[in-house]
Nanobody, 122 residues
Framework: QVQLVESGGGLVQAGGSLRLSCAASGRININYIMGWFRQAPGKEREFVAAITWSGRNTYYADSVKGRFTISRDNAENTVNLQMNSLKPEDTAVYSC???????????????WGQGTQVTVSS
């Protein structure tokens, strides 16, 4: 089992920044990949970014490339999502996820956090 707890959401004006963190515990190891997903009201959940547990590989949705950065903190066992140049369309509930990584970094995740709200005002 893997447990994930997100933190860092909130309200920010367009153009501002927020940093989300996901604390991971349990049976997670070098073979896992960690992802961030988001779901806006009335829309399907979508992939945002992912990072291998080693931190060696990162992946981003086209909509956030150049604005968001995913990273690992080995000492804290956390995965962070630095979000810059935020837009109103980034408003959503952001969730952290994890899975044993074989293929498809943007789907098929087994473990999920509870989610944290990010609201970007115009």
């Amino acid at each position: 089992q893997v447990q994930l707890v997100e933190s860092g959401g909130g309200l920010v004006q367009a153009g501002g920044s927020l940093r989300l963190s996901c604390a991971a515990s349990g049976r997670i190891n070098i073979n896992y990949i960690m992802g961030w997903f988001r779901q806006a009201p009335g829309k399907e959940r979508e992939f945002v970014a992912a990072i291998t547990w080693s931190g060696r590989n990162t992946y981003y949705a086209d909509s956030v490339k150049g604005r968001f950065t995913i990273s690992r903190d080995n000492a804290e066992n956390t995965v962070n999502l630095q979000m810059n140049s935020l837009k109103p369309e980034d408003t959503a509930v952001y969730s952290c996820a994890a899975k044993y990584y074989r293929i498809n970094y943007d789907s098929g995740y087994d473990y999920w956090g509870q989610g944290t709200q990010v609201t970007v005002s115009s």
